[in-house]
């Protein structure tokens, strides 16, 4: 057999050079990129802080920012935050679209968490702040909203569903809302509710068939064994029931996961499925919501215990009760530290979540979880953050339809940023 060493003449002609091009240009895109980053001076935004969304056609990405836009000294002195909407353009940049800027005043402040999006497109979300409500212990500043942003014909129209009045109302919402399929809003508050304890409570937001919006709650938490400080969303199983997680709380005080089943008449009944700091090891302070899968097992990330540094758990429904693998346990080095945000699932079933800090240089991390087998999970890191790259993740990541994922940060670049990562192929 003859070994044919030199170069062919195709090897020289312009398709191949055209191919070794495309080659080159598909090699380097894959790996992390940052694809947009708020400018120093706040006025695009700044800090984002929970997961992004797709809208049904995948073309658009949006999401708040903690901090920019409107610079209004009496309610938020660095800006009351925004909902941006980034569009990939046709020569490959992305260019951001402010689609809403609060004034701290009844539109609400500081939108803290994500959003979610319905099948025509609409948006909503939480504010910590704002409203006309009562101030909440703050002179400036009311107790929250939520909101919908609808895009009409001249552009995005804001819609106040509720603003929260602390005491029995509550306040505070700090995660984000989630839709039932009769469009139903489902969310927590952090503060009020039960007036002895103002530990937080699960709320719904009913769409009416007048198209109004009606404000129910479903729990108030007392601070005791049933947990406190709900501060991440919800999620909702094929039954109806609601899960959650609370900060604090619990009989060791590392916090709770919690079931809402429907009881009749629109009533909920609560129970503890799983307390925080029962054994050795074990997690506590839960920040970050839930993920469920379709054999009904839970997911989601403590931000202490294990450690010191925090934990990934499964939860998993047996017999009436709930047992409790630990996926891993953070180090705090090079494998990160401190995970607020949930878990999101690839479509091959590998976990993905971000961390606040930890990693080579202490910025944070985008991990994988990878199932190894006897219920035991292997930690990979797609990235690792420097400050340049971006810095402190709160938010998780999303994936679109072609398996690349997107998250965001609340510093590092200018004034934090969105960052893209596409896996080599």
Known sequence: MTRHTGRSAFMTSPMFLIVALCLISVTARAGEKTIFSFPSNGSGGASVPGNLVFDPSAAHLYGTTLDGGVFDLTHCGGGCGLVFELTRTASGPWQETIIHEFTGG????????????????NLYGTTRYGGQGAHCGNVQISCGTVFRLVHTSSGWSETILHVFAGA?????PQGPVILDAQGNLYGTTGGDGDPACKCGTVFEIQHLANGHWSKKELYAFTGGSDGASPFAGLVLDGSGNLYGATRDGGPFNGGTVFELSPAGGGARSESV??????????????SGGLTIDSQGNLY???????AGFGTAFELSPAGGSW????????QGGTDGA????SLTFDSAGNLFGTTWAG????AGTVYELSPAGGGTWTETLPIVFNGKNGMELSGG???DKQGNFYGGTEAGGSNGLVYEFVPRK
């Open 338 to 341: 401190t995970p607020y945000s």
């Open 273 to 286: 499925i799983y307390n925080f700091g029962s054994t050795a090891g074990d997690g506590g302070q839960p």
């Open 323 to 330: 047992t409790e693998n630990i996926m891993h346990t953070f």
């Open 168 to 172: 029995s109302d509550g306040s505070y």
């Open 397 to 399: 990541v999303i994936f």
């Open 106 to 121: 009844v539109d609400g402040a500081v939108p803290g968490s994500g959003l979610v999006a319905d099948a025509k497109g």
């Open 300 to 306: 989601g990330t403590t931000s202490a215990g294990g």
């Open 359 to 362: 990693g080579t240089n202490n």
